[in-house]
């Protein structure tokens, strides 16, 4: 019995070392990450995208005041006249707004296609793009004031869309009716995003 009890006092003991010889120890650090928000609008500056790959100028010469909506000079229709990239990194909406010549406010118009993301081959966004003013119109065109009015709202799909952002596909055309014949005029039209939350 002694000799029994002794043998297994010596494998405890064994034992114990061999369990302490490969016991693991474990430290930790701790880390901070701070993710800055992003929002900018830029020209997509490619020109197979768009028709003003820096954004302008845009014009129309010639024009006849018997017709009802007339095109930019030199457009060609499979393109945006303006493409616009916006980033973000949360919820953000887009306004427009024209300031110059007080015979073109409400007569330059612009129609907004949906948006789509630029790093998901091009899908669709599901925010929201802005109604049209004319009552008889079945086309989506907007008129751009001099005050400063909404035209897009970003959706669930494309409020974070960094790195590569959204591309907003705006076309422009005129409404000359009312406006002074005769003369020259201009102005320009501001793109704005800003955070909606």
């Not at 017709?67 to 949360?90: E, H, M, N, Y």
């Not at 899908?123 to 001099?146: Q, R």
């Amino acid at each position: 019995m002694k000799k029994l009890s002794l043998i297994l006092s010596i494998m405890m003991v064994i034992g114990y070392f061999a369990t302490s010889v490969f016991a693991a120890t474990t430290v930790s650090s701790s880390l901070s990450v701070s993710v800055i928000n992003i929002l900018s609008v830029e020209f997509d500056g490619d020109a197979a995208n768009s028709n003003f790959p820096t954004g302008g100028p845009v014009a129309w010469t010639s024009v006849d005041p018997s017709q009802d909506f007339i095109r930019p000079d030199g457009v060609v229709l499979a393109k945006a006249d303006i493409a616009l990239i916006v980033r973000s990194t949360k919820a953000w909406h887009a306004s427009v707004l024209f300031t110059g010549a007080a015979d073109l406010n409400g007569k330059v118009n612009l129609y907004l296609s949906q948006p789509n993301l630029r790093d998901v081959g091009g899908t669709l966004t599901n925010g929201s793009v802005t109604s049209d003013d004319y009552g008889d119109s079945a086309f989506g065109w907007m008129p751009i004031y001099t005050s400063s009015r909404d035209i897009y709202w970003s959706g669930a799909n494309d409020a974070n869309n960094v790195p590569n952002g959204v591309f907003m596909g705006v076309s422009l055309s005129l409404r000359p009716s009312g406006i002074p014949t005769g003369v020259g005029l201009g102005g320009s039209i501001t793109y704005t995003v800003t955070y909606t939350v």
